[in-house]
């Protein structure tokens, strides 16, 4: 009697540290997924029926990844897009896709000195790419997961669970789109971009504001350059600590603003949007409130407007 004590002892769920929880709102979080674990647990013991401890969710093997459960997927290459941000490629089984909806972002688990931790990224790849997928991240120099994030090499397999989250649309649902975004904020945009002009019926228009710290810092320069030829995509880049706009390339000079994002800028860009927007942002939790401010006293409704 004692050794089953011990056994189920040994068996029951670890509650997850905080340093666990990506922060991003997912749904299950790491928190849900431990109580419906614990609850089984629970049961399982009260019954003394170790059986139900094998009642773990039989995932559909059309589906590649789990919102519950992590999947260890193979790096198939790293690409360096700024000295500090890189594109990391996943490799799929052949023909596989994740079937993310727009917008929806992943988790993946780390490893720091015994410490798990869990952060989420959102892939810039389109959602109907097969047999990979990319993430763009940003490495910090005293971040816990760049410091494991630092120690990838091609071939390794990364725990990956999702997806999470997600922006609903169809096309020709909305007259414009205004996406605003600071930083790696440009993530979930990408894919969004890709779903409007690969599909020649959706007659969306499509405004892109981009913010970095200079033009070095811009991402996905060659990406966006050939995106901004379609008719119904313009992009603006705010560049905070540009020095000059003679600094930059002649075909960006026309649409950068130095300085930061305001509401004068915001304002002149809303009075050019040729349908009523619908905005979209995504950045740092400030970036986030300070354009959601801006945007409700240029008296825009919150019905149209959606953060990531």
């Not at 039989?58 to 790096?75: P, R």
């Not at 649902?173 to 690969?198: F, R, W």
């Not at 379609?230 to 603006?236: E, G, K, L, Q, S």
Request: one cysteine or more.
């Amino acid at each position: 009697m004692n050794n089953n004590k011990h056994d189920w002892m040994s068996q029951k769920p670890v509650e997850p540290t905080s340093a666990q929880c990506c922060g991003s709102g997912c749904s299950p979080c790491i928190y849900d997924l431990y109580q419906a674990e614990l609850e089984l647990w629970e049961k399982a013991k009260e019954r003394d029926d170790p059986n139900l401890l094998r009642k773990i969710k039989v995932e559909n093997h059309n589906v590649l990844l789990s919102s519950d459960t992590f999947t260890e997927l193979k790096l198939y290459s790293v690409e360096q897009e700024t000295d500090d941000t890189s594109r990391y490629r996943f490799q799929l089984p052949s023909g596989a896709s994740l079937g993310l909806k727009l917008g929806q972002h992943l988790v993946v688990r780390g490893i720091i000195n015994g410490v798990e931790i869990q952060r989420a990224y959102t892939p810039i790849s389109s959602i109907d790419v097969n047999g990979h997928f990319e993430v763009l991240v940003k490495v910090y120099e005293h971040g816990l997961m760049s410091q494991y994030i630092k120690c990838w090499r091609q071939g390794d397999r990364i725990a990956w669970r999702g997806p999470f989250g997600g922006f609903l649309y169809k096309p020709n649902k909305h007259g414009e789109l205004l996406l605003l975004c600071s930083g790696t904020g440009i993530a979930p945009m990408l894919p969004i971009l890709t779903h409007v002009t690969d599909n020649e019926e959706d007659e969306t228009f499509i405004t892109l504001v981009v913010c970095a710290r200079n033009f070095q810092n811009v991402y996905m320069k060659n990406f966006l350059k050939e995106q901004s030829r379609y008719w119904n995509v313009r992009i603006f880049y705010v560049l905070s600590q540009e020095q000059s706009l003679e600094n930059l390339p002649m075909s960006y000079k026309e649409n950068s603003k130095l300085g930061r994002i305001d509401s004068v800028f915001l304002a002149k860009v809303l009075e050019t949007c040729r349908r009523k927007p619908y905005t979209l942002i995504c950045g740092s939790v400030s970036f986030i409130e300070d354009i959601t401010h801006m945007l409700k006293q240029l008296k825009q409704e919150n019905t149209s407007i959606f953060s990531f």
